[in-house]
């Protein structure tokens, strides 16, 4: 079946602009994240999403940043603003409910100019 | 908080040689724990994982992991080197009872030499 897809794939844009990622999880997958992967932090997560809500946004790094779900499905992550530092892959994964494997997308990579 | 700590940011070996990467971990309760693999400009692949059954975890590509309690450890080993394992590799851990989220290391690189 299909995995987990992420679009774009890869994001140039201006310092100060607003930016939307998209995650696809795998059909039937509740619970959904999202994670950045920087060379100066390394992976870290950012939300949690089980079906619409998010219960843990602890790591979201400011409030430019902010995500949402809709229909149980797709996911969009958006970036008030950007900021240089704000340059990095950012991963969504899917996994079923209360089960601890989860599947990565291929991943989108922002760039900020 | 849980933390996990992976020696070495860049381990190289010959093919056909063993392959040992380090991962020790923190944590109050006993872990879910994982490995991943990364290939260049792809996402994150499962290697194995211990969720408390058996300590000698078995995963793809001929790689295992060995939960070892006492030591906090979760090393990664390989008998015998292939040059298509040259990728990164990240161990992880994650919480019981909460939203499984993944702690990350950060990463040790293998370099496989000809």
């Known amino acids: 079946g299909a995995g987990v897809s992420q679009s774009p794939s890869n994001k140039v844009t201006e310092k100060g602009k607003d930016v939307e990622l998209r995650c696809d999880p795998i059909s039937g997958h509740t619970a959904l994240y999202w994670y950045r992967q920087s060379l100066g932090q390394g992976l870290e997560f950012l939300i949690y999403f089980q079906g619409n809500s998010a219960p843990d946004k602890s790591g979201l790094p400011s409030d430019r940043f902010s995500a949402e779900r809709t229909g149980g499905s797709v996911s969009t992550l958006t970036i008030q603003r950007t900021q240089q530092e704000d340059s990095a892959v950012y991963l969504c994964?899917?996994?079923?409910?209360?089960?601890?494997?989860?599947?990565f997308g291929p991943g989108t990579r922002l760039t900020v100019l | 908080a849980q933390s996990v700590t992976q020696l070495g940011s860049h381990v190289s070996v010959s093919e056909g040689a063993l392959v040992l990467l380090r991962c020790n971990y923190s944590s109050s309760v006993p872990p879910y724990l994982f490995w991943y693999v990364q290939y260049p400009n792809q996402g994150l692949q499962l290697l194995l994982k211990y969720t408390s059954a058996a300590t000698l975890v078995k995963g793809i590509n001929g790689f295992e992991a060995e939960f070892k309690k006492s030591e906090t450890s979760f090393h990664l080993t390989k008998p015998s080197a292939h040059m298509s394992d040259a990728a990164e590799y990240f161990c992880?851990?994650?919480?019981?009872?909460?939203?499984?989220?993944?702690?990350f290391g950060s990463g040790t690189r293998l370099l496989v030499r000809p």
């Open positions: 992880a851990v994650s919480e019981v009872d909460s939203s499984y989220k993944l702690i």
């Open positions: 994964a899917s996994s079923q409910p209360n089960y601890n494997e989860q599947f």
